[in-house]
């Protein structure tokens, strides 16, 4: 197998992306009584092949709740590292909710905090990464979901020495997801007989990342590396696992 196309991470790298985000017209959401979160679209360098063993077996996590053609795929999130690359982690399993799904960092935001404090406080309690408000690159729309949240995503740059500490209370695991690897998936849009609205499915490694985390990097892939300033997500659909 040839070696992926990867994206450098470099300083013209974060200058392409603050350009393009900071030309895009966001657009908020209202509450309407959900509860504000942040999350963290945290890029970082990656090796390739750091990523060839997952933490979880093929047993550990059933596709048969994802909607539309899952052959191939067993959930793991493995070939995928090398150059610039994001955060991504996989939700522990003794969480009440979303329990192993996929997730950005991030989580609710505190009486008093900004969206970008939230989002780098949750990224330091999380992975063990602590960063401060010159490493933020840009935002993205916000994404409200059916559980009862609006998401406020924040671009941020973390260096290209960073050392994570997943906590073990809320992460299972954290993955260096190459930015070649979401350029180069075609990102897949299903029906399901719940909504008229069409569920992302954004393909990384051998699974399928659906809305919330989908959406959000779905348009991160759009708007701040394509430059595809006017693409819009809050209509996308989650799937039904993901609901409550």
């Known amino acids: 197998m040839n070696a ?4 450098d991470y470099s300083p013209d790298l974060r200058d392409r992306l603050s350009d393009h985000l900071s030309r895009h017209e966001r657009r908020s959401a209202e509450l309407d009584g959900r509860t504000h979160a942040a999350v963290g679209i945290v890029l970082t360098d990656s090796a390739l092949g750091e990523d060839r063993h997952d ?17 191939g795929l067993d959930g793991r999130m493995v070939g995928v590292s090398g150059g610039a690359a994001f955060l991504l982690c996989r939700r522990a399993s003794r969480l009440n909710k979303h329990a192993g799904q996929w997730a ?22 999380e992975v063990g990464l602590r960063l401060d408000h010159d490493s933020v690159v840009g935002w993205l729309d916000d994404y409200p979901t059916r559980s009862g949240y609006v998401i406020t995503p924040i671009v941020i740059w973390a260096g290209d020495d960073t050392t994570l500490r997943p906590s073990p209370d809320e992460v299972l695991a954290v993955y260096r997801v190459g930015l070649h690897a ?8 299903v029906s399901i007989p719940e909504s008229d609205k069409p569920v992302v499915q954004v ?3 051998q699974d399928l990342i659906h809305a919330p985390t989908g959406a959000v ?3 991160f892939r759009q708007v701040a590396m394509a430059g595809r300033l006017h ?3 809050d209509h996308l659909e989650q799937p039904v696992f993901a609901w409550t």
């Open 4 to 7: 992926p196309d990867v994206i």
């Open 182 to 189: 979401l350029r180069d998936g075609e990102t897949r849009f």
């Open 203 to 205: 393909p990384l490694g």
């Open 231 to 233: 693409e819009r997500v």
């Open 104 to 125: 950005l960092p991030g989580g609710r935001i505190d009486p008093g905090e900004t969206p970008e404090e939230a989002a780098l406080r949750e990224l330091d309690e």
């Open 55 to 71: 933490p979880l077996l093929p047993d550990d996590w059933s596709m048969q709740r994802v909607p539309g053609e899952v052959d």
């Open 217 to 219: 990097l779905f348009q």
